[in-house]
């Protein structure tokens, strides 16, 4: 059996699919994919496995489709296929990739060093995984989310990739105890910022296969905070609020609100429960207004008795003044412009210039408001002066909330000159981007 072979029986293995199920799945995702393959059968996939076909590159995507990411309808050619789990073999550029995300580790100022000849060896399973290594590698994880707004988020996300790889390749190993479950738990807070990354940057494909991933990382390691958190991340992939996927699915956002605010049970983590709770309120917001605001009165409780916010890990950026914000865009949606309009501006009063993914969104939902109330000349200019802070930081997400915001709010006004040099730098954003 080849390599890849294996591979694809552990991963099949562990999803609990039979061979013809995988081959129905792989033929599903050709077909949304407009690549029909009706010759993958359950043969199919059993010679792939023994090493007795090989694999194309086509049919290895599909696979990856099938195996990782959820039932959805979204492509995104930049992933690299099989590396966000167990990679099949050690590439030409391996060794480089490495340093550079080590070089990265050390610029974070970790206190326990991770000497690249060490780590090497790991993977190579030279020399067992010890406990410094481990050490190291998850103060790593628990400061990715401090790098947001000092550089690029794509860079960002390409070191985040890279950590989780040097991390994934240490579980493949016999590790045991106290040890794995550390390992485990770095690897879900990981995988769950690069999928926070991965939308912020309107990476749609991989952001899902990265947040199922880093959900199942948590379980395993007992983390409900990072569970919760990948929980809460992947309702924004449904969203209709700000909708980064081809169509909003806000009945798969709110259940997947539902799982996160369970997990959590209102007894732990108060940031990440006063977190989930503003989103929920968010998404019903709009149709369900009494209910939208006792889960805001709820989250307001929590954060009042939370205490200091985490000095570190995926809430490490969660602050009153986020908060301030989240509650002022439930006023917004749920219709009360003139109650969202005080707290969103005091948001963005207080929110520091670090907040780069915060600020525009925010700066958005105040143009929304504001067009709300008639005052068309102000929206518009909130509007340019979000998305010039989106473009700025290079966030499409940010992008799509303007977009979406003028689509709501000004659909009436296409005529007024200010809507109109908003179209026309709208235009010019996308014709941006990538």
């Given at each position: 059996m080849s390599d890849r072979g294996w591979r694809l029986r552990a991963a099949r293995a562990e999803r609990g699919l039979t061979e013809d199920a995988l081959a129905m799945e792989v033929r599903r995702w050709a077909d949304l994919h407009g690549t029909s393959r009706p010759e993958i059968t359950a043969a199919t996939i059993a010679e792939w496995e023994a090493g007795g076909?090989?694999?194309?590159?086509?049919?290895?995507?599909?696979?990856?489709?099938?195996?990782?990411?959820?039932n959805r309808r979204w492509a995104d050619p930049d992933v690299a296929v099989w590396s966000l789990f167990r990679p099949a073999g050690r590439r030409p550029d391996h060794a480089a990739r490495r340093r550079e995300f080590l070089d990265y580790a050390a610029s974070l100022g970790q206190p326990v060093a991770l000497d690249p000849d060490r780590l090497d060896a790991m993977l190579d399973e030279a020399i067992r995984v010890d406990s410094r290594a481990v050490e190291g590698l998850a103060f790593v994880a628990s400061q990715l989310r401090k790098r947001l707004g000092t550089e690029p988020p794509h860079a960002t996300r390409r070191l985040a990739h890279a950590h989780l790889e040097a991390i994934l390749g240490l579980l493949d190993h016999t590790i045991a105890g106290d040890l794995r479950h550390h390992l485990e738990a770095a690897a879900a807070t990981t995988a769950v910022f690069a999928g926070i990354v991965s939308i912020y940057v309107c990476r749609l494909e991989p952001a899902a296969v990265y947040l199922e991933l880093g959900q199942r990382l948590a379980r395993e390691a007992g983390d409900v905070e990072t569970e919760a958190i990948g929980l809460l991340a992947a309702s924004r992939l449904h969203s209709h609020i700000s909708p980064v996927g081809p169509t909003g699915d806000p009945a798969r956002a709110q259940e997947l609100l539902e799982a996160a605010d369970r997990r959590l049970g209102r007894r732990t983590a108060p940031a990440a429960n006063a977190w989930v709770l503003?989103?929920?309120?968010?998404?019903?917001?709009?149709?369900?207004?009494?209910?939208?605001?006792?889960?805001?009165?709820?989250?307001?409780?929590?954060?009042?008795g939370a205490g200091s916010i985490p000095a570190d890990g995926l809430c490490c950026r969660w602050s009153i003044d986020l908060h301030v914000a989240y509650r002022g865009n439930v006023n917004v949606l749920a219709g009360r412009p003139a109650r969202g309009i005080p707290l969103l501006e005091a948001?963005?009063?207080?929110?520091?210039?670090?907040?780069?993914?915060?600020?525009?969104?925010?700066?958005?939902?105040?143009?929304?408001?504001?067009?709300?109330?008639?005052?068309?000349?102000?929206?518009?200019?909130?509007?340019?002066?979000?998305?010039?802070?989106?473009?700025a930081a290079g966030l499409p997400e940010a992008v799509t909330r303007v977009r979406a915001a003028r689509e709501l709010r000004l659909a009436a006004h296409g005529e007024v000159p200010a809507v109109r040099d908003l179209d026309e730098e709208l235009r010019a954003a996308a014709a941006l981007a990538p």
């Open positions: 076909r090989p694999i194309d590159g086509a049919a290895l995507r599909l696979l990856w489709l099938a195996l990782v990411a959820p503003l989103r929920e309120a968010e998404e019903l917001a709009g149709h369900d207004e009494r209910a939208a605001l006792r889960l805001a009165d709820e989250a307001d409780r929590l954060t009042l948001a963005l009063a207080a929110l520091p210039s670090e907040a780069v993914a915060s600020r525009p969104l925010a700066t958005a939902d105040l143009g929304g408001a504001y067009a709300m109330q008639g005052e068309v000349d102000h929206a518009c200019a909130l509007l340019r002066e979000a998305l010039a802070m989106a473009m």
